[in-house]
């Protein structure tokens, strides 16, 4: 993945004579989005639909067994991790996928059919039995048909049901197909059951948080970079399609679309029912639940490819103009905008009345959040691009960069506790912490790295995901 460039590298033109000041300004911002787009596809050339990796954060998850759980990505693949046991609990796709059942959504359309047909119940018996036991592939598909041409279903009803079998392990084959990269946060329910990811192929998916199995599964068509937020028995998420959704949790219908005039590459943020939202075009959206657009922000002269902050009355989000910005809440209009050396893509962390942003100049900024006059003495320079999102744990800002070096850095001063731990591999996914102090690191190796901030950076455990 190449170092992103400056938006303001690409050169300025000069004014054409007899053009008033506002067409000038007009197009400049034209130019500059254009150019931001163009660098940001090259800059995400990780993205490319041959050999993605994803940079998708680790998620902390307590099942609904109660048991605690990390649920880590790397390349088209998904891992449910136990504490300190390396076996994960689950793997989607799995690697056999003969014994792994039809989505379970499809199972009850299956189930409903049975119900229907005008077949004894001692047979209804046997065939629910084996739609329970059907799987995406393998011997239960024959195994069913078979039993259903002995039934005394009608023709019509067994060509019907057949069908819909087919179409059912078909639906759930796909699912499990092709899938390329985890980009975007991942999200779960409130009561820990289901667990929603946004695969870059452009597939939204449902999985038992347990057990891994698809519950649904919905085809977008179109690829997506970010991920999916949760909010109630609603879930969110855009696509490089130019469209933010809000789709039912436990069906996956799409209840409604909002067009965007650029790709998004974020995870909608969602709170206190509003939905904010970021897009390649420079505009900050807030919609409502129902979908209607209560303001838009396009202040920012190129794209925002990473997640709004919400804190108090204001909106954080950086952008490809270099520029951190604050946003009032209740109406959208710009209360302060802050200018670093490069693109922030990262969404920023809110802590104390403090902002910290990450930049792609290496930097990490800290600035007051009511005002955006800097806190620190002058920024931390980690030396290299910073991608990802900063935490906060065992009482300082986390940060990893691309050369795969991840820093603790004091709340009040900036500077580093202690050295730098050395991944060994680029970091550009969003770091997860916990209130123990752990920090989650998913580098781009195919590794879970899990460190120790109570003092200084030390490592506790890493997983290997396979």
């Not at 007899?18 to 254009?34: D, G, I, K, P």
């Not at 069913?144 to 759930?172: G, M, R």
């Not at 902002?355 to 792609?360: G, H, K, Q, R, S």
């Not at 591999?425 to 460190?451: E, F, M, R």
Request: aromatic content about 8%; some cysteine; proline content about 6%.
């Amino acid at each position: 993945m190449p170092t992103p460039l400056s938006p303001a590298a690409s050169g300025a033109v000069a004014p054409l004579p007899h053009v008033s000041r506002e067409t000038r300004v007009a197009r400049r911002r034209a130019l500059a989005l254009a150019a931001a787009g163009l660098l940001a596809l090259l800059a995400a050339a990780c993205t490319s639909t041959q050999s993605p990796q994803g940079w998708s954060p680790p998620l902390l998850l307590k099942s609904a067994t109660g048991e605690q759980l990390i649920i880590a990505a790397h390349t088209g693949h998904l891992y449910a991790l136990p504490p300190n046991v390396t076996t994960p609990v689950w793997q989607f796709p799995p690697v056999d996928r003969t014994t792994y059942p039809i989505a379970s959504t499809a199972a009850a359309r299956l189930g409903a059919e049975v119900d229907a047909l005008s077949i004894p119940a001692d047979q209804k018996t046997t065939l629910l039995a084996k739609v329970k036991a059907l799987n995406a592939q393998g011997p239960t598909i024959t195994d069913l048909k078979t039993f259903l041409s002995s039934t005394t279903a009608s023709p019509a009803e067994k060509s019907k049901f057949s069908a819909d079998v087919d179409a059912a392990t078909a639906a759930t084959r796909d699912a499990l197909s092709n899938l390329q990269a985890f980009y975007g946060d991942l999200g779960v329910s409130a009561d820990g059951k289901t667990l929603y990811a946004a695969a870059f192929r452009g597939v939204v998916l449902a999985l038992d948080a347990a057990t891994g199995h698809l519950v649904w599964a919905t085809n977008v068509g179109s690829e997506m970079i970010g991920g999916v937020a949760v909010a109630g028995d609603t879930i969110y998420y855009g696509s490089k399609g130019r469209r933010v959704y809000a789709a039912d949790a436990a069906s996956g219908a799409i209840k409604w679309t909002v067009p965007t005039n650029g790709e998004v590459w974020s995870t909608p943020t969602v709170v206190d029912g509003i939905v904010y939202a970021t897009s390649l075009d420079g505009t900050l959206y807030a919609l409502d639940p129902s979908g209607k657009t209560r303001w838009t922000f396009k202040n920012a002269n190129a794209g925002i490819a990473g997640a709004a902050t919400v804190s108090g009355a204001y909106v954080y989000v950086g952008a490809f103009d270099n520029k951190l910005y604050a946003v009032k809440a209740a109406d959208g209009t710009q209360a302060w905008s802050f200018t670093g050396g490069n693109w922030f893509w990262g969404a920023p962390r809110v802590e104390g009345g403090v902002v910290y942003a990450a930049n792609l100049d290496g930097r990490v900024y800290a600035v007051d959040a009511a005002s955006g006059a800097p806190k620190w003495p002058k920024p931390f320079d980690t030396g290299s691009p910073v991608r990802s999102s900063p935490a906060v744990a065992g009482g300082g800002l986390i940060v990893g960069n691309k050369a795969g070096q991840v820093y603790k850095l004091d709340l009040s001063t900036g500077q580093a506790v202690g050295s730098a731990f050395l991944t060994g591999s680029t970091v550009y996914a969003n770091l997860t912490a916990d209130a123990s102090g752990k920090v989650y690191v998913s580098p781009q190796s195919a590794q879970l790295i899990v460190l120790d901030a109570t003092k200084a950076l030390t490592a506790s455990s890493t997983y290997t995901l396979k």
